[in-house]
């Protein structure tokens, strides 16, 4: 199975916060899988579209591994 790390942050002024999601999931992932797929994205879970959660929904659904 491929991990895949995903951060978040609700809108484009939290930004700032997703560097320190990445080190952290990068940390944890590295002992695990070292080639571990990494996405980012602000997008709000309570907007009722949420285009790049659902791209990658689709991606992940399309992995065979």
Known sequence: MKL???ARVSD???RQALPAQKLKLKNYAAGIDPKAEYYEFDESAHKDIRKKF???VEHI???RE
């Open 61 to 63: 659904k399309e992995q």
């Open 4 to 6: 895949i790390l995903i």
């Open 54 to 56: 659902a791209k990658l």
């Open 12 to 14: 484009v002024n939290q």
